[in-house]
């Protein structure tokens, strides 16, 4: 059994004050048959009233209203999340478990994973890397998915902020570089250029001193569900090459990062914004005290108090601008 603490803070900062602010976030870890949220608080700077929904595809979602003039937004999400014990994924599956996935998908709802949607579209770059890792159906589909998770770990070297949020998935397939994101949007397109009904996975990545994983450890992670025959849905994580497993804390899923930004706004105001995300995932065998508030680190602490600081001068209110958070 594992138990992880997590600590998420995100701060958008604006150059002049803005008079209101609208804000969704996606930072709640999902209860599911591998892990269950056992606590989660979510603070923010300047206060305000938070309600919560969850959507159509079951995820958390917390949103708010600032309604006052204010140059700074802290957001502080805490919670406390149990892993259950995964079985190890079989190295592969009986030659009649494509005909076995063609069936579950028919008998099931799953044409949302299977369509192309917004980042993860068949583009020409997308259908030239296809034909490069000769990608066809062959041997069974747990074969094919270790593969694919293993060809894009070695084809894309991992480049914090080679992309944007709205990068098209052909900039980081032709320039062989980019984040979770784009890693995650690639083999998303791939497997459902096979017929296998893929999802992407939003959430947190735990490592520990002898782990060597690729991805920015002080950041949120992305990664692959797969629909696999007799198996349900599997975790991929081809930025790391990894099965998605204990160290794995889902917050999230749906069919590309459009569906599960952790944040995603509007505000009115003429400003530019910055934004500056922190996370901390600390890990344990024994359930931590639930009922005590666990601390603010110091360096986190300076932001939300000049978060509580009034606006240095007014602007008036002249256009709506979204914000978002790359993994």
């Given at each position: 059994m594992n138990y992880y603490s997590i600590r998420h803070l995100t701060r958008f900062r604006y150059s002049s004050s803005i008079s209101e602010g609208i804000m969704e976030t996606r930072m709640h870890p999902r209860s599911d048959s591998?892990?269950?949220?056992l606590t989660f608080?979510?603070?923010?700077?300047?206060?305000?009233?938070?309600f919560t929904y969850h959507d159509h595809l079951g995820n958390n979602v917390h949103h708010f209203d600032i309604p006052?003039?204010?140059?700074?937004?802290?957001?502080?999400?805490?919670?406390?999340?149990?892993?259950?014990?995964?079985?190890?994924?079989?190295?592969?599956?009986?030659?009649?478990?494509?005909?076995?996935?063609?069936?579950?998908?028919?008998?099931?709802?799953y044409w949302e994973m299977l369509l192309p949607s917004t980042f993860a579209v068949e583009t020409p770059a997308l259908l030239e890397l296809a034909a490069e890792l000769d990608l066809k159906r062959r041997d069974d589909p747990v074969s094919l998915a270790r593969e694919i998770n293993q060809r894009l770990f070695d084809y894309f070297e991992y480049v914090p902020r080679h992309t944007r949020v709205d990068s098209p998935i052909d900039e980081a397939i032709i320039s062989r570089k980019g984040v979770c994101q784009d890693f995650s949007h690639t083999m998303?397109?791939?497997?459902?250029?096979?017929?296998?009904?893929?999802?992407?996975?939003s959430g947190y990545l735990y490592r520990a001193s002898g782990d060597h994983d690729r991805s920015t450890p002080d950041a949120?992670?992305?990664?692959?569900?797969?629909?696999?025959?007799?198996?349900?849905w599997v975790g991929f994580d081809p930025t790391n090459n990894l099965i998605a497993q204990h160290r794995h804390i889902r917050t999230a899923v749906g069919r590309d990062y459009a569906d599960v930004p952790p944040t995603h706004g509007i505000f009115r105001g003429k400003t530019q914004s910055d934004l500056y995300v922190a996370v901390r995932v600390e890990a344990g065998d024994r359930l931590p005290a639930l009922e005590r508030k666990a601390p603010i680190p110091e360096d986190w602490s300076v932001l939300v108090e000049r978060a509580q600081e009034p606006p240095t001068r007014q602007t008036p209110a002249?256009?709506?601008q979204q914000m978002q958070q790359q993994q």
């Open positions: 591998q892990q269950h949220c608080s979510l603070s923010v700077s300047p206060r305000c009233r938070v006052g003039e204010h140059n700074q937004l802290v957001i502080i999400a805490e919670s406390v999340v149990e892993q259950q014990p995964v079985p190890d994924l079989p190295q592969s599956l009986t030659p009649n478990a494509w005909a076995e996935l063609d069936q579950t998908v028919r008998a099931g709802d998303i397109a791939l497997l459902r250029h096979v017929g296998i009904p893929a999802r992407y996975v949120t992670h992305a990664w692959v569900d797969a629909l696999l025959p007799g198996l349900g002249h256009k709506l």
